[in-house]
């Protein structure tokens, strides 16, 4: 199977460009890698794309911890731009989606554990949930 400018081993699922014509480029070292970081044991290139977009798409589902997995996952796409670019479709947008993820719930747990009671005033007895045992009196000893 061959794409644009480079070649797959289906077998092996390894990645990398597409060897000149004529045999030329000795002294040329073609350094071929593959989707995922299992190596040869990992996953073709064609479950790899399958793998990157179900984990792209479940992580809309309220499960943005699924794009850290794509991103772990398929750790040599992220870093590198031209070993698999069907594959690298899902996994950058799964990387900048758990980044504003996490700084999103890093700033909103932030701002309750800092902030507290001088940042809310007196609804801050509403928004916690440590004194609920004791606004609905299932506490006997109080």
């Known amino acids: 199977m ?7 081993d289906e077998e092996q699922g390894l990645i990398g460009p597409r060897p000149r014509a004529g045999g ?7 350094r071929r890698t593959w989707p995922t970081v ?6 073709s290139e064609e479950e790899s794309v399958a793998y990157a977009r179900s ?3 479940w992580g809309f589902a309220l499960l943005p911890f699924l794009w850290a997995v794509n ?27 758990f980044t504003i993820f996490t700084v999103l719930l890093g ?5 309750f554990l800092l902030g507290g ?17 004791d606004k609905l ?5 109080a």
């Open 71 to 97: 991103c772990c996952y398929f750790w040599p796409v992220l870093r590198n731009s031209h070993p698999s670019p069907h594959v690298r479709r899902y996994v950058m947008p799964s990387a900048i989606g």
């Open 38 to 43: 299992d190596g040869p044991h990992g996953l």
């Open 24 to 30: 030329g480029g000795e002294g040329v070292s073609v």
């Open 117 to 133: 009671e001088q940042l809310f005033g007196p609804a801050w007895n509403d928004l916690v949930m440590y004194n609920l045992a």
């Open 107 to 111: 700033s909103w747990s932030l701002t």
């Open 2 to 8: 061959e794409r644009r400018g480079e070649t797959i």
């Open 137 to 141: 009196g299932l506490t006997g000893w």
């Open 55 to 57: 984990y792209f798409y």
